[in-house]
Structure formats: C-alpha cells, structure tokens
C-alpha cells in the first residue's frame, strides 16, 4: 500500500513544481496568419507561392508585373497589385513598393516607412494605397481614414506639431504624401525590406499602371464576412 501512495505523492510534486520551472520561460506568442490567393508569379521570402499559401508575421511577399495576389484575414481582404514588395505583420501590412487595396472591419492598418494608414472605424471601411518613386497616395473608397506620421529616424528636423502628425482622407477623397518630405531621405539598405532583389524595388516606370490597376480592380477582393458590411 505504502508504493502506490509515495507514487502518488511523487506526480502530484512532480506535477505541482514543473509548472513552476517553466514560469522562467515565456512561450512565444504565435499571432494569426493568413492565406495567400494567387494563381502564379507570386513570391513568398524569396520562393514561389501556391494558391492557398500560409504567410505569417514577417514575411516578405512579391508580385510579378502581370501577377497580383489576394491575401485574406480574419475581418480583412487585402489586394495586393503587380509589381509590389510588402511585409505582412499580422494587423497591417509594410509596403515597400507598388500598391494594394484594403476592405476591412477590423482595422487594418498599412504602413509606408513613416506614413501609416488607419481606418477610423471598426467598420466596413475600403482605401487603396499606393507608393511608387517615393510618393505615396491614399485614397478612402468607403468611410474615412486617418493617415499618421510616425518617427522617421532619417529626417533632422523640428518635431511636428500634433495636427500636423494626423491628416484624415475622407470617403471618395485621394491625398498624395511626398515621402522624402515626410519621412526624410530614403535611407541605405537597412529595413528587413533591403535584402529583397532590386530588380523588383526599381520597378518605378509602371507606377502610374500600378494605381491605374488598382482603381479599376481595387474592389475586386471579397468583403470580410461581418453583419457590418451593407
């Protein structure tokens, strides 16, 4: 009788002290990712991409001049146009060149260096956002959006007054940003983006196709499943 009980005693204090031993160890947190239509000419960190690929936080995606791709997310679409390099980060996606065209309800952000792109509501909300040659332009398609200006570590210059760090691109509005003005100088490769093949970052002579694409194909991507969407 005495084995069966010390057996007892010896899981429940096995049992009791192993959580503990592993309270010194944060497990790493594991954010959503999402699933990547696209039917060809599509890259993924530098490898091709199937239809229906997973992407995570972090990850570099490519399209070719005559590829687009599809990227879904719990409460959010996002349209991503030929000839654009991007990084998805699990609530918003870093754009380093091209375009794409956002329909969310959940406040999916886009972000270009220092300019970031914000829905005002957590409702259905359509914008597209473009950033060729250094200009970035933001047009709102359904409800407001505000554009923010974060730090730009490259630019030395006073720090700007509130109101000029917010500006709101209302519905059917399109707002041009001149990169260089806001953020400051483009700076050497030194962004998780600089490791990507140039051959896709110089692609500046299809810009204007790239918004032309977009205003024509930008309501193209499916509204996120929500009672919020008309």
């Avoid at 794409?100 to 220092?114: M, Y």
């Avoid at 810009?207 to 694409?213: N, P, R, V």
């Amino acid at each position: 009788m005495r084995v069966p009980i010390v057996r007892s005693c010896l899981c429940w204090a096995i049992s009791a002290i192993l959580p503990l031993s592993l309270m010194g160890q944060a497990l790493p947190e594991k954010p959503g990712g999402a699933i990547l239509h696209t039917q060809g000419g599509v890259w993924v960190n530098g490898y091709e991409a199937h239809d229906s690929s997973a992407v995570f936080p972090g990850d570099v995606i490519e399209t070719k001049p005559d590829s687009s791709a599809n990227l879904s997310l719990d409460g959010s679409t996002v349209l991503i146009a030929p000839e654009s390099v991007s990084k998805f980060q699990a609530d918003l996606l870093e754009l380093d060149h091209g375009g794409v065209s956002v329909v969310t309800t959940k406040s999916f952000k886009v972000r270009v260096n220092c300019i970031l792109v914000v829905p005002v509501l957590n409702e259905w909300t359509q914008y597209v956002v473009t950033d060729v040659n250094r200009t970035v332009q933001v047009a709102a398609r359904k409800l407001d959006v505000n554009v923010e200006h974060e730090g730009a570590p490259g630019k030395q210059a006073p720090e700007p007054q509130p109101s000029q760090q917010r500006a709101s691109v209302h519905e059917g509005e399109q707002k041009s940003y001149d990169e260089s003005e806001v953020c400051g100088p483009a700076a050497r490769p030194t962004s998780a983006l600089a490791g990507i093949s140039p051959k896709w970052i110089a692609a500046g002579a299809a810009g204007a196709g790239i918004l032309i694409w977009l205003l024509i194909h930008g309501g193209n991507p499916k509204t996120p499943a929500s009672p919020a969407v008309p």
